[in-house]
């Protein structure tokens, strides 16, 4: 007979009298419908009916024993592994928790978890209740795509704007450097003003540059991969996006004290705070006398941000008056705001998300759990030894760009020489011949798109015949979203990209780690 719940410690009081009540206890955790399982020090000890079938076994005999790790998604394993401590050594009960895990057959899944510490049998384990959210987080990130591309067209003439004042200098500073060299450099004064404007252009491109990485960001689904994230550096970063959009509806005063870095996806993350503060600014009268206040704090192991706008001339009957058609200020205060699909993914990374209404505005503050727990399970950094790509002890790196534009294939020789030797050819089909006839790279720089069929060939050609150089192609793309599955086991590199982000996944192809 397969363990059942019946082994949990319960006092005196709790325990039951007779044979016929372990028996109803059993039969009434076996008959929820819901997964319920037991995990212990030795891996999984009990699983109800719905367990067993949520992770596709036949049978509970087929899973017991298994640990929790073997089927967690890599990017959650630090959390799993340390709320898994909190519980089991320090008896500590947490919130609620989003996971990923596999099925028998390597299906995905996203599942919600509730758990307790307890005692089973003896041992120190942890009763959880699951629940199969991978529907909806499907829908959810349909919605939240939606959402991100409204978001989008609200913030296009802040955007327009954050491009559009480094580029006015950028095309001055080129202008007077082209000038001062068509007249020519007859003094030492004029080299260094000339390398004064283009250093100032440079300046000027990275910024822009900069703006269309977050704005890719914000109009793609990303895979929710996470990672330590330094919260304030996602608030400057929305900042800078909706900034002048508050600033023009009225006053944006922030505090933004120091706070320790908390576990998520860093585009989502964002993507919630430029929710919050533009919405925040739609909520202004015109006219400029509303006010927006972000504040940023760490209390102990918790990050919390508050973001509060003061509509000053708005009339209470008003903000009344909008609530109306709702059944409270809660609900429609979070329904005019989307802060449903906000607060769900701030739920979904252990927080929690609160809605304050007043007469004259309202507050959104989140609270979130730190990282510092978590970074001893994440991998050590790579040290500037590992990643220095000029070692005297290795033969000069052989890269081979396609890329129609030859201005980038410049570009990448400009960047990478003399460590590297660099090829640059502007047609797939040229490349594919070249592979073929015994020419040899340590990294192929590869330039595609989901409709380049050119592209695809390539890497069909490559994987059938080349089998071992498939694996040193990168994807350089400016339309990252659009690759779908295309070269899904190559690493990619996204336009417009730095000297430093080339030279990181150069030396990642040349010299892989052991888990790659």
């Known amino acids: 007979m397969a363990p059942c719940p019946s082994g949990l410690k319960r006092s005196k009081k709790q325990r039951p009298s007779s044979g ?29 009916p719905a367990a067993v079938q949520l992770f596709g076994y036949d049978r509970l005999e087929e899973a017991l024993g298994k640990d929790p790790r073997s089927v967690a998604h890599p990017d959650d394993l630090p959390q799993l592994e340390q709320r898994a401590i909190a519980m089991l050594l320090e008896r500590r009960t947490l919130a609620p928790f989003e996971y990923r895990v596999f099925r028998r057959d390597g299906t995905l899944l996203t599942i919600e978890v509730s758990s307790i510490p307890i005692e089973y049998e003896g041992t120190p384990s942890i009763l959880t209740f699951a629940r199969d959210a991978t529907l909806r987080k499907r829908l959810e990130a349909e919605l939240l795509q939606a959402d991100r591309l409204a978001v989008l067209g609200l913030l296009a003439g802040g955007l327009a704007h ?26 030492e004064c004029d080299a260094a003003n000339v390398l004064m404007r ?67 996806s860093k585009s989502r993350l964002e993507q919630v705070f430029l ?33 509060f706008d003061d509509a000053r001339s708005r009339d209470p009957a008003e903000l009344t008056q909008a609530l109306i058609p709702f059944a409270t200020p809660l609900e429609g205060l979070e329904r005019a705001l989307s802060l449903p699909l906000c607060r769900s993914v701030v739920e979904g990374l252990g927080g929690e998300m609160s809605v304050d209404g007043t007469e004259h505005g309202m507050r959104v503050r989140l609270v979130l759990p730190a990282a510092s727990a978590m970074v001893s399970s994440l991998p050590p950094p790579r040290t500037s030894s ?23 294939g410049s570009a990448v020789r400009l960047m990478l020489e003399p460590e590297s030797s660099i090829t640059c050819v502007r047609d797939a089909n040229e490349a594919v011949e070249s592979l073929l006839a015994g020419d040899v790279y340590d990294v192929v720089l590869f330039d595609c798109s989901a409709s380049d069929a050119a592209g695809e060939g390539l890497l069909s050609i490559v994987e059938r015949s080349l089998p071992g150089v498939a694996a040193r192609v990168v994807l350089m793309t400016a339309r990252d979203a659009t690759l779908g599955a295309f070269g899904r086991n190559n690493l990619r590199i996204t336009k417009p990209f730095d000297v430093a982000a080339l030279r990181a996944v150069v030396e990642r192809v040349r010299r892989p780690t052991p888990a790659q």
């Open 198 to 264: 283009l250093r100032e252009a440079h300046d000027g491109a990275q910024r822009i540059a900069e703006v269309v990485r977050r704005m890719r960001t914000l109009s793609r689904i990303d895979d929710d991969r996470r990672g330590p994230v330094d919260v304030r550096a996602v608030l400057e970063a929305a900042l800078e996006l909706v900034g002048n959009e508050l600033r023009y509806k009225g006053e944006l005063t922030t505090e933004l004290g120091d706070a320790p870095p908390v576990l998520a």
């Open 20 to 48: 016929g009540s372990e028996s109803r206890f059993r039969a009434l955790v076996e008959a929820i419908p819901e997964p319920v399982f037991i995990v212990g020090a030795r891996g999984l000890s009990y699983g109800n």
């Open 386 to 408: 590992q990643s220095s790509l000029g070692s005297s002890s290795l033969a000069p790196t052989r890269v081979l760009v396609i890329d129609a534009d030859a201005a980038v």
């Open 275 to 307: 929710n919050l503060l533009a919405h925040a600014a739609q909520s202004l009268p015109e006219g400029g006398e509303g006010r927006v206040h972000l504040v940023l704090k760490g209390e102990g192991q918790q990050v919390i941000v508050e973001v």
């Open 162 to 187: 954050a491009m559009n004042n480094p580029l006015s200098y950028v095309l001055l500073d080129l202008e007077q450097a082209e000038r001062a060299l068509e007249r020519g450099l007859t003094e």
